[in-house]
């Protein structure tokens, strides 16, 4: 992309206008696919028409533009913003995050990432701490690894692996190698670096899990609520559980929950509180199952 700092003054068809294709995009030594960009200048702005990664893992592709701001005494030459549409896709997600040299969060799950970016600057001038716009994530059919959440960051957290030690009830198949799922789906709002949701859903054959809160994508920190409902294979388990806890609570959970799936998972929801670093969240659990009588953890 052209630098800010060199860009002619608004108005100006100085811009360069770009057709490039290389057959093999190679960075720090990884083939990251075929590049095509295409882009040219207009009467106050550079227009992206397409920049595009494709390999046989997946693809980006993004379109645009840059809007410099004409250059004063004041201010520094043509700052301006960026604003690009973005889309992925891929085939499976760890194999694209490797191609990219990302650790492996994430076994098979193809997928797609898209939305609206933007952020003050030229597209060379991409920050996080400045970063702006929304978009919505849909995968299926796949599975978050076991890893270590400082490796992993954020993708971390939503292996939900800090949180089996503090579950009531803790089943291998559910945590225990990484949570398996069946459907994630996502949307996403970011304002100046901070992306929120309410409305992050992943849904397994273990379990359902809604998160909604705020991560600081520049500092690398978040707080999250996480709620985590039992899938009825499991809730079965639990209840069979509970029968040795305290009979008759666990006999009614046995019975209500083939009579009313829904009740049963929200009566055997347990939630929690995630803060701190992306490296070394703080987990706190807020309400969770005693004795087969839902109460809030702070009580027991």
């Known amino acids: 992309a052209p630098s800010a700092a060199n860009a002619p003054a608004q108005g100006s068809t100085r811009w360069p206008k770009l057709e490039l294709v290389a057959d093999a995009f190679v960075s720090e030594g990884r ?10 200048p207009a009467r ?30 004041a201010v520094p030459a043509a700052v301006g913003d960026t604003e690009v549409d973005v889309a992925l896709h891929w085939n499976d997600a760890g194999r694209f995050m490797n191609r990219f ?43 978050f690894t076991e890893m270590e959440p400082g ?17 009531s009830f803790n089943f291998d198949d559910l945590f225990g190698k990484g949570f398996a799922f069946d459907e994630v789906k996502a949307e ?14 992943i849904n397994g054959p273990s379990a359902r899990v809604q998160i909604r809160g705020s991560a600081d994508i520049n500092r690398e920190t978040q707080e999250l609520q996480v709620r985590v409902y039992p899938s009825l294979s499991t809730a079965t388990a639990i209840g069979i559980g509970l029968v040795t806890a305290n009979p008759a609570i666990g006999a009614a959970a ?16 347990q939630e ?29």
């Open 272 to 300: 929690f509180e995630v803060k701190g670093t992306w490296a070394n969240p703080d987990v706190k659990q807020t309400r969770a199952i005693a004795g087969g009588a839902v109460v809030p953890a702070a009580t027991q």
């Open 151 to 167: 490796i992993a960051k954020l993708l971390g957290v939503l292996s939900l692996q800090s949180l089996p030690r503090r579950l």
């Open 44 to 73: 106050d702005e550079w227009q992206i028409e397409q920049v595009k990664l494709s390999s046989t893992d997946g693809s980006i592709e993004a379109k645009g533009r840059w809007r410099p701001t004409a250059s004063s005494a």
């Open 188 to 201: 996403v709002a970011i304002a100046d670096g901070v992306a929120r949701t309410d409305g992050f859903a």
């Open 254 to 269: 046995l019975l209500g929950q083939k009579l009313a799936r829904d009740p049963i998972e929200r009566m055997l929801m």
């Open 31 to 40: 083939d990251l696919g075929k590049l095509e960009v295409r882009a040219q």
């Open 101 to 143: 040299g990302l650790p492996k969060g994430v076994e098979r799950g193809p997928g797609t990432l898209s939305g609206t970016l933007h952020w003050a600057g030229s597209p060379s001038q991409f920050n996080y701490a400045r970063l702006g716009g929304k978009f919505t994530l849909e995968t299926s059919g796949g599975r």
